[in-house]
């Protein structure tokens, strides 16, 4: 088991450490302003996850795991030969999700369950990921990076285009360590 930090990193730690990692640092200290566009898209996954979990054999609900150093959410557990975490995306794919589900996947690995394939669900289509220990010790380390940045000191900010759609964009550059 990693050492404990005081902070104890989720899977969603992970996306946003991968999307920007002074975006994860931001959102600690602002939390997350929520946009039109993510207001319509929890609309459309509460419809989205009762026919997902038709067609795959899950219960319609998130499901939490304490496991310890680590917690956090994943949007339904589908139980086949072995248990496949599945998250459920409305928007467009972005490489970033793949390191939030591997994420999930260590957290259900962790809760003991044996763990080798994992989806997501883009909309009704879904992108399967085999899961191995390669993908779960990856995702170990994200997660304990992800806490080390939280705990941190602000990361520089990066000019990349996420920044032209970035909800910090306005206080970005002038961000310092210092809590709101
Ligand atoms: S504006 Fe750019 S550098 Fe700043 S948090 Fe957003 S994506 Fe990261």
């Not at 990921?129 to 997660?143: D, F, G, H, M, S």
Request: glycine share 6%.
């Amino acid at each position: 088991m990693p050492k404990p930090t005081s902070y104890r990193p989720t899977p969603w730690d992970v996306l946003e450490l991968e999307w920007c990692p002074r975006y994860l640092w931001l959102s600690k200290r602002h939390g997350v302003p929520t946009t039109p566009s993510m207001a319509k898209g929890r609309q459309e996954e509460q419809a989205l996850r009762k026919k997902l979990a038709a067609a795959l054999g899950a219960e319609p609900k998130p499901v939490y795991i304490d496991a310890g150093w680590t917690h956090g959410v994943v949007d339904m557990v589908a139980r086949r030969h072995s248990a496949v975490p599945v998250e459920i995306k409305t928007g467009v794919p972005r490489r970033e999700h793949k390191w939030q589900l591997y994420a999930e996947a260590y957290l259900v690995k962790a809760q003991g369950h044996s763990v080798s394939l994992g989806v997501i669900a883009y909309g009704e289509r879904l992108a399967r990921l085999q899961i191995t220990p390669a993908e779960l010790k990856v995702a170990e380390a994200l997660l304990i990076k992800a806490a080390e940045v939280v705990e941190g000191p602000p990361p520089p900010p990066r000019k990349t285009p996420k920044c032209a759609y970035c909800q910090y964009r306005p206080i970005c550059s002038g961000a310092t360590n210092r809590l709101p």
